[in-house]
């Protein structure tokens, strides 16, 4: 089992910016790649971005490419979010995911992801 926390929401204004974290713990060897999700309420859940564990090749949600980055520290089990040019229509709960590397990679699949964090609220104002 991996076990996920992230941390960094809060609220933001129009335009700024906002980094999150996701610390992974556990079987970190069992790793393929880390994603981030978001949902708004009322809405389904959202593929954000995701990075493979040991090549660092990235992917994005087409709503977001261009102002948010994806990236990691292997040596501390941390992937980051890094939120830009932020709009109102950005605010959701945004999680961190983990998909296993004995799973058919589908980066933009939330059920493809057997572990999630508990979520961290980022709420942007107009």
């Known amino acids: 089992q991996v076990q996920l926390v992230e941390s960094g929401g809060g609220l933001v204004q129009t335009g700024g910016s906002l980094r999150l974290s996701c610390v992974a713990s556990?079987?970190?060897?069992?790793?393929?790649?880390m994603g981030w999700f978001r949902q708004a309420p009322g809405k389904e859940r959202e593929f954000v971005a995701a990075i493979t564990w040991s090549t660092g090749v990235t992917h994005y949600g087409s709503s977001v490419a261009g102002r948010v980055t994806i990236s990691k520290d292997s040596a501390t089990h941390t992937v980051y979010l890094q939120m830009n040019s932020v709009r109102p229509e950005d605010t959701a709960v945004y999680y961190c995911?983990?998909?296993?590397?004995?799973?058919?990679?589908?980066?933009?699949?939330?059920?493809?992801?057997?572990?999630w964090g508990q979520g961290t609220q980022v709420t942007v104002s107009s």
């Open positions: 556990g079987r970190t060897d069992s790793l393929y790649a």
């Open positions: 995911a983990a998909h296993p590397a004995d799973s058919i990679y589908f980066y933009a699949t939330p059920s493809r992801y057997t572990n």
